[in-house]
T-cell receptor
Framework: KNQVEQSPQSLIILEGKNCTLQCNYTVSPFSNLRWYKQDTGRGPVSLTIMTFSENTKSNGRYTATLDADTKQSSLHITASQLSDSASYIC????????????FGTGTRLLVSP | DAGVIQSPRHEVTEMGQEVTLRCKPISGHNSLFWYRQTMMRGLELLIYFNNNVPIDDSGMPEDRFSAKMPNASFSTLKIQPSEPRDSAVYFCASAGANEKLFFGSGTQLSVL
C-alpha cells in the first residue's frame, strides 16, 4: 500500500534554532515529492517539488533533501522564525495519475520566542 | 491573480440540510481538486476534474456528496443531506500544466 509517514508528529523549538522534519514513503513507482506549509486556518502552500534526479532543493530558509533509493526526504529549516509555526505536509506523486497524490499527516511545528 | 477562491469560509448548518461549497480556480488551470481535511485522517481527495470533466470521484464518500464543474472558472461541492460526520475543512485546489497545486483557504463546515 502506498504510504507517506512523517516524523515527528509535533515539534517545539526556540526561535533562531534549526530543525529537520522527516518523511518516509513507500509510493512506487515514484514521480516527485512535495513539501507544503499549512498555516492555521489556511490552505497548504507549496514549498518545494523534487523529482527523482534532484537531491536537494532550497526555498529561502527551507531546504529539502531527497534520497530516492531509501525513499526518504527531509525538510530542514534554518534560523527559525515565529512565522514558521505551521504544519508541514509531505506529499508523494506516483506514476499512476496526478490525482493519486499520497499525503502524509504532517508535522506540527511550534516556534517559541 | 487572487489565487483559488472558496466560499463560504465558514458554514454552520443543521443535520439534514443541504450544503453547497463553491470554488473559483486560478485562471488557466485545467485541473481542479476537492479535498477534505480532518485531524484524524489528514487531507483526503474527494474528486478530481480535468478540463471540467470529472476524472476520479472514487473519494466521494457516498451518494450524499456531489460535485459539478459547469465551466473552467467555477465548481461546486454539494452535500445533501448533511450529517455531523461531514464536519471538516473542505479545500479546493487547482493546478496547471506544471502540476503545482494551489489551495484555497478552505471552508470550515460544522454540521450540528
Amino acid at each position: 500500500k502506498n504510504q507517506v509517514e512523517q516524523s515527528p508528529q509535533s515539534l517545539i523549538i526556540l526561535e533562531g534554532k534549526n530543525c529537520t522534519l522527516q518523511c518516509n514513503y513507500t509510493v512506487s513507482p515514484f514521480s516527485n515529492l512535495r513539501w507544503y506549509k499549512q498555516d492555521t486556518g489556511r490552505g497548504p502552500v507549496s514549498l518545494t517539488i523534487m523529482t527523482f534526479s534532484e537531491n536537494t532543493k532550497s526555498n529561502g530558509r527551507y531546504t529539502a533533501t531527497l534520497d530516492a533509493d531509501t525513499k526518504q526526504s527531509s525538510l530542514h529549516i534554518t534560523a527559525s522564525q515565529l512565522s514558521d509555526s505551521a504544519s508541514y505536509i509531505c506529499v508523494v506523486r506516483g506514476n499512476t495519475g496526478f490525482q493519486k497524490l499520497v499525503f502524509g499527516t504532517g508535522t506540527r511545528l511550534l516556534v517559541s520566542p | 491573480d487572487a489565487g483559488v477562491i472558496q466560499s463560504p469560509r465558514h458554514e454552520v448548518t443543521e443535520m439534514g440540510q443541504e450544503v453547497t461549497l463553491r470554488c473559483k480556480p486560478i485562471s488557466g488551470h485545467n485541473s481542479l481538486f476537492w479535498y477534505r481535511q480532518t485531524m484524524m485522517r489528514g487531507l483526503e481527495l474527494l474528486i478530481y476534474f480535468n478540463n471540467n470533466v470529472p476524472i476520479d470521484d472514487s473519494g466521494m464518500p457516498e451518494d450524499r456528496f456531489s460535485a459539478k464543474m459547469p465551466n473552467a472558472s467555477f465548481s461546486t461541492l454539494k452535500i445533501q443531506p448533511s450529517e455531523p460526520r461531514d464536519s471538516a475543512v473542505y479545500f479546493c485546489a487547482s493546478a496547471g500544466a506544471n502540476e503545482k497545486l494551489f489551495f484555497g483557504s478552505g471552508t470550515q463546515l460544522s454540521v450540528l
